[in-house]
């Protein structure tokens, strides 16, 4: 997937976000962040997008705490979401394949483009779950959201930055998504830590249905009933509970 699909998606993702939240009152407390009021998932979505610009500029800086972000009012959010959307496309277009600053080492800073594209898409549904708007997500797009994470999920600097990701370790335990198309992923928890691979293997447990609600169950947006069930349930509810982020 090129750099202008990711910028596409981004863009598409951070107007339906704010689309969905338009009419409703900031103070609306998130069901599937229950912490946050919607005040708060619309400022963390516009500061990420301009704190991964600022790293791919600047260089590293600290996590921003959502709480301090300042969408302005409302009436602002829309434009205000827009311009941090576009703030980091225009960074990463400008570094071009100068490697920057991750969490996992340097990349290319398309990195930045393709994590706060999938950070925007789960933060869309949340929006729209909260305020019951109609949210879609081109397959295409749901199925990169599910490699990006499960490579996050890989990466053992993961278990540093959250050490409750340590419980995903297991002693060869295969979980399977199987979309209506393509492949499907094959996770196994493994001693040192988890691995997967794109493949069509069976594996103890499979969840099986299209990739935008297998993303969704995934990063425990849906139910686990939203999707079709193979096998050993205990082990996909065992890993649901222990991938929160």
Known sequence: MDNARF?????????????????ADPGTRVPTCPDWPLRTLVGHVGQAHRWAASIVRDG??????????????????????????????????????????????????????RRMLHDTVVHHADAALTTSSAFTVAP?????????????????????LKPAFAELRGTGQTLRLAPQDGPGWLITRSPEGVRWTR???????????????????????????????????????????????
């Open 7 to 23: 910028a596409d998606g981004l863009h598409e993702h951070t107007a339906g976000l704010a689309t969905a939240v338009a009419h």
């Open 140 to 160: 295409d797009l749901a199925a990169d959201a599910i490699s990006e994470w499960l490579e996050v999920l890989c990466d053992p600097v993961t278990t540093s």
């Open 60 to 113: 590293p800086s600290p996590v921003p705490d959502p709480f301090d972000a300042d969408p302005g009012s409302p009436g602002k959010w829309s434009a205000w979401l827009r311009e941090g959307a576009e703030d980091l496309e225009d960074a990463v277009r400008t570094a071009g394949d100068t490697p920057v600053w991750t969490f996992f080492g340097p990349q290319p800073a398309r990195f930045w483009l």
């Open 199 to 245: 493949t069509t293997k069976t594996a103890d447990v499979t969840l099986t249905g299209p990739a935008p609600d297998l993303l969704l169950v995934l990063t425990r947006r849906l139910p686990l009933d939203r999707v079709t069930v193979t096998g050993d349930e205990a082990l996909a509810a065992h890993w649901l509970a222990h991938t929160a982020a």
